[in-house]
């Protein structure tokens, strides 16, 4: 059935019309796995709202991690830094239930909300902001990168005090995080509150290369499946430097990532965590974001039907 959809911006947040949307049409899960995808798929960079949701309708998409960038900047938040920071620390809260509202009567679900502002250069109250609006989404986890002890420490006191659980991502070594992906990476975090998670990112766990192989990285999954909120998939090479003109992320089943072998895993153990498609690799000249994240979503599908 088609849709009508009548976005509105009032009093800086978007909020819908007439809707007559056949949610059923959007995936759940398949053979019992979640297949999700964070909103970074469709835009790295800033984006309002409204195109997220759409993004989200057009690629079937019903649970979402759910970059800041994505929502922030259609909620008032201005593009200064320093007012950004000034802005969180007094964002109503309301903002965020209206919006987790618009989601769901999208048919789309938060699962997780990736805030970007947990950092060493960040204020207690941006935290404290990222805890509370991550409720206030009806979010289960609060994603961000893996950081040193004295950090991780330091966010553990405001996940406790507003009770959210907090998911810790880490990159390869060629990336930006001070994190490695590494079978003990997250060691401290998990030992230091029971509110913390993994937030496990295949594709950088492979391209570390050495340790992390493929036997390696099933074995990490079925020994902290419990303490694991989500998975990121992409497909990229063991071991290969990563930059900007030639980027080793493979369009999926080219690099040496088992995606295949992860999700059946999932299956198999009926492992209750996500499966978040995080798209990376270079969009080909005839298609587009949304295309390609369907293709993922398919190449998933035949994973797990398999």
Known sequence: MNSRRNFIKKSSLITIGALN???????????????????YSFNPGSEDMNVIIQNCIDSKSD??????????????????????????????????????????????????????????????????????????????????????NDSVDRVN?????NNVNVAYHTHSN???????????????????????????????????????????LL???KRNHKRISSLHLKD???????????????QWGNGDTPIIEVLQLMRDNSYKFTATIELEYRIPEDSNRVKEVIKCFDYCKQALIS
């Open 174 to 216: 060629n990336f930006g995080s001070n994190v490695k992906a590494t079978d003990t990476a997250w060691d401290y975090a998990l030992n230091s509150s029971k509110k913390n998670y993994i937030n496990l990112d295949i594709g950088h766990y492979i391209n570390v290369g050495g340790l992390n192989t493929k036997d390696s």
């Open 63 to 148: 649970n979402i991690e759910l970059m800041g960038n994505h929502i922030e900047r259609s909620l008032g938040m201005p593009r200064s830094n320093r007012m950004s920071a000034n802005w969180r620390a007094n964002a109503s809260m309301k903002l965020f239930k209206d919006a987790k509202k618009v989601f769901k009567d999208n048919g789309i679900n938060i699962f997780a909300f990736k805030a970007n502002c947990i950092d060493k250069n960040n204020t207690d109250e941006e935290i404290e902001y990222a805890m509370k609006a991550t409720k206030s989404l009806g979010a289960d986890f609060l994603t961000n990168e893996l950081m040193d």
């Open 236 to 250: 990229r090479q063991a071991g290969k430097s990563a930059n900007l003109t030639a980027s080793d992320n493979q």
């Open 21 to 39: 949307y056949n949610f059923s049409s959007l995936i759940k899960d398949i053979n019992g796995v979640d297949i999700s995808v964070i909103t």
């Open 157 to 161: 006191f405001y996940a406790e005090k």
């Open 219 to 221: 074995d990490f999954i």
